[in-house]
């Protein structure tokens, strides 16, 4: 049990955001079968101070649902699906995309879809509540195929496509299931997709977003460093050539996990690095 935990810890930490952000609904999920699943109905009953409800009676006491509606979900089924198409999703964008421009796609994504959905569903004069993560999912995705539409993806027993392909058969499925159902998350998606190409265009324009996300680094304790000067330096020179290493074996391994996970290190690799933290 130890070694699960151990690295599940690692997994976490050494993973890309989109991923951390999937570890947090899995776990956000397990918890809320605890607190808010009726298992003699075998349904969610959220409270509206964790889902977002389309009653400005309700959302107006809890401002902060229109961002943790989308870390809820209705159903495993729910939840596999807005998780699998996350990390599709992440790792497209973090081809041209960096880590803060993704929190803010994901997080203003969330609350757009969840402002569209209020205002589409009071229009309509319907009181209803909303959980999910893919409106912010959506955002995500289509910043990217707006971005790069002709980008080609290899998709199991079909082929090779164009993104703008997939993304078209997704914007088409929402816009029929729209019109026919009128469903609350289908305008969340189609709010989604929307935030998209507005966040494209403000980066055209020059108005980035993730500025609000960005954090400063702590920094590194270093330790005093004296030099003298002398004849020789030789016996100096094994030192600094085994920090250099060591230090390139991090970067080397660090590099390793940005491009493939942490899944692809070696055990040996897995091994150093757990070391070196220690």
Known sequence: ????????????????????????????FILSLAMFFQFKLGIFSFPNYVA????PEQFRFFPWTFISYSFFHADFLHLLSNMLFLFF????????FNANQFLATYFFGAIVSGIVYVLVQHFYFSDNQIVGASGAVLAVFFTVVFYSPLYLIRIPLVGIVKLWHIGFIILLLNVIYFAVENTGGHVAHLAGIGFGYLNLFLLNKGVDLSKLFVFKKSKKNTTFKKVYKTKSNVSAIPQIKEKDITQKQ?????????KSGYDSLTKEEKEFLFKVNQ
């Open 1 to 28: 049990m130890n070694e699960i935990f151990k690295d599940i810890k690692e997994q976490y930490r050494y993973n890309d955001v989109s991923q951390k952000l999937i570890f947090w609904n899995i776990a956000i």
């Open 52 to 55: 977002l409800s389309s009653n």
């Open 89 to 96: 999703a992440g790792r497209l964008f973090f081809t041209f």
């Open 250 to 258: 991090i970067d080397d391994i660090l590099d390793k996990i940005s």
